[in-house]
Structures are given as C-alpha cells and as structure tokens.
C-alpha cells in the first residue's frame, strides 16, 4: 500500500496566524521530505527527514519549522507566512532516502493547498 | 551540469491517439535513475516508472510504454490509445549519484485529452 496522507487538504490562514500541515505514512519508510510546488512549476524540495534526524534544510526561511515525532509522522509548522507562500505542499516518503548510494521512489501524498492572505 | 528538459509545455490529442512526452536529461554520473510522475489536477504526485542507467530495456505496462535511450540521453514516455483521464501534468525527474536526496525535475509537460 503506497499511502501518503496529508491533512489537511486546504488550509487558507493570515499572515499572523500558527498552523500546522501534517504528513503520515504507514509504509514503513525512514525517509520523508516537504516540497513547494507553485502553479505550473515542478516541486522544489524544503526538508528531508532520514531516519528521524533532520538531513536537508534547502536554505528554507524560519517561518516554516518541521518536526519528525516519529518514524511515520512529519509535520510542518507555520507562523508569520507571507502571500508568496501560497502553494501545494507537498509530503512524501521513501525507503530510507538512498542511504547505500542508491536511490528510493519517493510515493507522494496529495498535497496541503496554502493560501495566505 | 545535471539537467532535465521537458521541451513540450502542452500537448493537445483527441481521445484514442497515440502520444509521446519527450524528456531529455543531461548528468556527467555514469549512476543514475529517471522518473516519471504524473500529477492530475487533484495535486497528488502519482509515481509511474523508476529506471536506472544500467538498464536501457524498455518497459512496457497497459498502454504505456517507455524508451529509454542512453545515446541520446532521453527517456520518452509513450500513451497509446490516450483516455481523458491521462489528462495530467507529468514530470521526468533525475537522480544522480551525488545528489543527495534530490531530484532534478523537468519542467512539465501538460496533456490535454479531448474526448
């Protein structure tokens, strides 16, 4: 069963507001990533969580925090967004993120759609 | 430079024709894997095929088909007998040994199906 799932599907806040995007996979992998995606562009990776342990940090603003409790849960907390935040975001997992010099599918769920007044 | 083009940004076909994304990557790494993923209008990033450079088989599943081609460093992707719901975005994508972690992404290409 490939099953990403993301909660929650839309989420429309202010520029002063605190939310959370939430990301829970059931495939047992230790790899999990946030991207961005603007409209008619491809994904850009923020995050990646290998194992637990915070692995990449694509040079993200501070506004955007993410946080792994566990091996199947990944969360993206938000405070102080601006409107050029607007976008997909989007999780995904893989096996273990290419750990042995190889690389896993990374199975993508379907997407927070942001909009930030 | 690694690099993923996508030249087509739209492509327009009428039900039951066949129809073929181009994808053309660029990577000095002799190790690598191409993607393919589909994105309907839903958002989700639906995974299609995984290949990695030391296989040039081509892979054959329903109505899709893909031809990878380490010669000309492409790995096109085919849809015979196209259907509405192929309607989509799909993007090509590239691993490369030292990338860690990241995918170099093509541009997109977005299919049209007219019924």
């Known amino acids: 069963d490939t099953e990403v799932t993301q909660t929650p599907k839309h989420l429309v806040m202010g520029m002063t507001n605190k939310k959370s995007l939430k990301c829970e996979q059931h495939?047992?992998?230790?790899?999990m990533y946030w991207y961005k995606q603007k409209a008619k562009k491809p994904p850009e990776l923020m995050f990646v969580?290998?194992?637990?342990?915070?692995?990449i940090n694509e040079s993200v603003p501070s506004r955007f925090s993410p946080e792994c409790p566990n091996s199947s849960l990944l969360n993206l907390h938000l405070h102080a967004l601006q409107p050029e935040d607007s976008a997909l975001y989007l999780c995904?997992?893989?096996?273990?993120?290419?750990?042995?010099?190889?690389?896993?599918?990374?199975?993508f769920g379907p997407g927070t759609r942001l909009t930030v007044l | 430079a690694q690099k993923v083009t996508q030249a087509q940004t739209e492509i327009s076909v009428v039900e039951k024709e066949d129809v073929t994304l181009d994808c053309v990557y660029e990577?000095?790494?002799?190790?690598?894997?191409l993607f393919w993923y589909k994105q309907p209008p839903s958002g989700e990033l639906v995974f299609l095929i995984r290949r990695n450079s030391f296989d040039e088989q081509n892979e054959i599943s329903g109505r899709y088909s893909w031809n990878f081609q380490k010669s000309t460093s492409s790995f096109n992707f085919t849809i015979t007998a196209s259907q509405v719901v192929d309607s989509a975005v799909y993007f090509c994508?590239?691993?490369?040994?030292?990338?860690?972690?990241?995918?170099?992404w093509g541009a997109g290409t977005k299919l049209i199906i007219k019924p």
């Open positions: 990577t000095r790494d002799t190790t690598y894997y």
């Open positions: 495939m047992g992998h230790r790899a």
């Open positions: 969580y290998s194992y637990e342990k915070l692995s």
């Open positions: 995904a997992s893989s096996q273990d993120g290419g750990l042995a010099g190889d690389t896993d599918t990374q199975y």
């Open positions: 994508a590239l691993w490369y040994l030292d990338s860690n972690y990241q995918l170099i």
